[in-house]
DNA sequence: TTGAAAGCGCTAACAG
DNA sequence: CTGTTAGCGCTTTCAA
């Protein structure tokens, strides 16, 4: 392996001077400089980063936590990732798969000075667990933090807005029974949109249905459960307001199959405004979700003092197509 | 920051001692491992990863370089990854939005110890200028590797027979007429379909039609460009077999909100299987991509001596659906 | 079974 | 402008 000093050696120079042509710090007569350089290229010298690192504390790399890798997770991976390459970082990818044990080995890096910060999706610990690790290098999450004693920045945005401009644009379009198909039980974003729903049933004095039985719907199997609670309705919803593209695709695909017609039969919505929604051709919700990947990656560059970047706000808009009138 | 000198300090015993417990080599007292232990507890201790690394020369941790982070390519990348995760690798993502610089400075982390191997899915630089890498640790890609000069390993698979699947199916339904869709002029994929298509031209008698319209469909764009030709067609063709489910599902949907029928006025064929061609429900040919992300993982591993794993056969299987007879 | 000591490759005072 | 020197935190002989 070519070491620092096989080059100061080959320039006739010290290690600390060709450190200095490497770091572009120090002083260095252009003459050494172009020697040393020259040397490098001779040897075709990489230096060892592990080295560097340990010298410096510091890595230049980002670790990224999820607990999967579906399609509106990598809608935020890719943009943060793009940003925090521009910024010269690169990105470790962590996927728990929901297990514990493998978040904290993540978040262990923190500590071993392998990550410089930490941008956690999806979280599968206890907040009491997670956040003493904020003492060895920022985290930012897309989690709603309650808590302000924690120090821990969010990109989190709260759905309840967008949700009320999914339901106020089909009740101008005549729809006036509605099935809300809900993610998490635990998450903010689910009671944010059931606020959202109560409130607009209020507003509209419509009687709300019963949540129960559209909650948790994470995963296929579930909302393949969903669409057989449904089918057993006897009076059928106007419209379904789905938590996900994800979601909504996967029923509006059912239905496809099955030659409901959408809207004039039902209206489907979506919740992301990803690619799918535009190929499978339904109305979503968008909320420049690649922007927050965009300012996960700025909000851990400025705690690190490599900013000042300015967040770009989030802004709610509903993107109608052919699943609703 | 807590070192290894702090644990031997705080347990009684030299910093050595420490290594062992930690590294469970060498012997240690079971009285000793058990204080040792305790004081790594105590003091939340946790490795530093560079100092390690600096002394071991290696990282476990893989890069996968790539020019883009599309479907195709997560398909792949998640598999790898999982595997990857089981054999106590973590991953690094490097994405180098085709500049062949970044390409360079992905390779060099090869070269600079910080990645012990690289899943090169999509490369930018010629092979000549990746060759060299290898002395510093192994590359597998997803590449055709002609020239066996190479020392790169691939886990490429021919399409030529999986085209083929595709084109007697269609054929045996009634299909006479085609269109192929192609992605790059310069890909081995291309010219093994292009091969396939030629082939079966001549078995069955029939005129090929002009590549060239249909040649480089890489992009969205593109697609829209080859739909174009298409419309401009006089005479249609029954059948359009395209390279990915990418390309197919942007025709499809296209397809789809101009009302054209499928199968009954044109029959459409993706490839790749991805998960979008069955939520879109359109045909296409399974090769277990995701084995294929798992063998380029075994094949580092075996590299490495870490195996030896077994490699998995990867076989075409025609999935039909709602988009051909 | 344990400790002392050397050194992985690099950077940053400090001195000149 | 350049070199000397110390040491980042860890592992691994070697010796005891």
Known sequence: MVTINDIAKQAGVSAATVSRVINNS????????????????????????????????ATRNFGIITSSLEQPVLARIEPFMQFANDANYTTTL?????????????????KSKELDGIFLIYRTNEW??????????????LHNIQRDDLDIQSVFIDHYEGYKL???????????????????????????????????????????????PFLDITNWERTLK???????MTVKPDAIITHSDQVASFIISQFRKRDIK???????????????????????????????????????????????YELMPLRFTLIKRGTTK
Chains 1, 2 share one sequence.
């Open 94 to 110: 962590f996927n728990t798969y929901r297990d514990p044990q493998r978040e904290i080995e993540a978040l262990d890096r923190l």
């Open 262 to 308: 959408m809207p004039e039969e039902i209206s489907v919505v979506g919740f992301d405004n990803l690619m799918i929604s535009d190929l499978m051709n339904f109305t979503s919700v968008d909320y420049s979700i690649k922007e927050q990947g965009r300012n996960a990656c700025r909000l851990l560059l400025n705690e690190l003092g490599a900013g000042p």
């Open 128 to 141: 009491s667990v997670i956040e003493p690790y904020t003492q060895f290098g920022p985290i930012v999450t």
């Open 166 to 212: 999914i339901l106020e644009d089909l009740w101008q379009n005549g729809a006036r029974s509605f099935i809300n198909i809900l993610g998490s039980s635990r998450g903010a974003n689910t009671k944010r949109r059931i606020k959202a729903y109560f409130d607009f049933c209020e507003e509209h004095e419509i009687p709300p249905h019963d949540i129960q």
């Open 26 to 57: 120090g002083y260095v007569s252009a003459e050494t400089r172009q020697i040393v350089n020259r040397a490098i290229a001779d040897l075709n010298y990489v230096p060892n980063r592990h080295a560097q690192n340990l010298r410096r504390g």
């Open 226 to 232: 969903a669409i057989n609670h449904l089918d057993e």
